[in-house]
């Protein structure tokens, strides 16, 4: 006969296994409104780094002018110059990082079966790639161009180096 703690003690292990098992569409869920949230917050960081890249190209102007004017020797005015465009340069790269999170993110966190589909479409795509990819390494160099000395692939028509066209024919 089963007591009373025996039948608590399995609940709560059913109730344990449960939530093992359901926990990927938990965290499923979970990612995809921290996604969206970040999504937000890319936004702002987008926002500010734009007002930066203004300001930064403000006081670049400001400092040709300087120049212009004489205000400052040219050798202050060029170091000062290389740092501003430098850090301009930064401002841009980051912009690009943050425009790429925001693209790849909403590709992602797409609600909607469209998005779904579009997401399945670009993992095939990728596969496809991989693919692609795997089957290009797999093939061996079967030659040497007769030119330039570069290997060839037995797929090759013409030597990617000098543009010599290979007689394959034989080798296939």
Not at 140 to 150: D, E, F, H, M, N
Request: net charge negative; charged share 30%.
């Amino acid at each position: 006969m089963i007591n009373i703690g025996s039948f608590l003690f399995l609940g709560g292990i059913t109730l344990l296994a449960g939530l093992l098992v359901s926990s990927p569409w938990f965290n499923q869920k979970t990612i995809e409104k921290n996604l969206c949230n970040l999504n937000e917050d890319r936004r702002e960081q987008l926002a500010e780094i734009k007002l930066l890249i203004e300001a930064e190209m403000e006081a670049l102007n400001e400092l040709d002018v300087d120049r212009i004017m004489n205000h400052m020797m040219v050798n202050d005015f060029t170091s000062r110059r290389e740092k501003m465009v430098d850090q301009l340069n930064k401002f841009h790269a980051e912009k690009q990082r943050i425009e790429a999170i925001m693209r790849y993110t909403s590709d992602q966190t797409g609600a909607d079966e469209k998005c779904l589909e579009n997401r399945q479409s670009n993992e095939m795509d990728l596969e496809n790639l991989i693919a692609a990819y795997r089957h290009a390494r797999s093939e061996r160099a079967v030659g040497l161009c007769p030119i330039c000395g570069k290997a060839f692939l037995r797929s090759d028509s013409y030597c990617g180096k000098c543009g010599t066209s290979l007689q394959t024919d034989i080798l296939r």
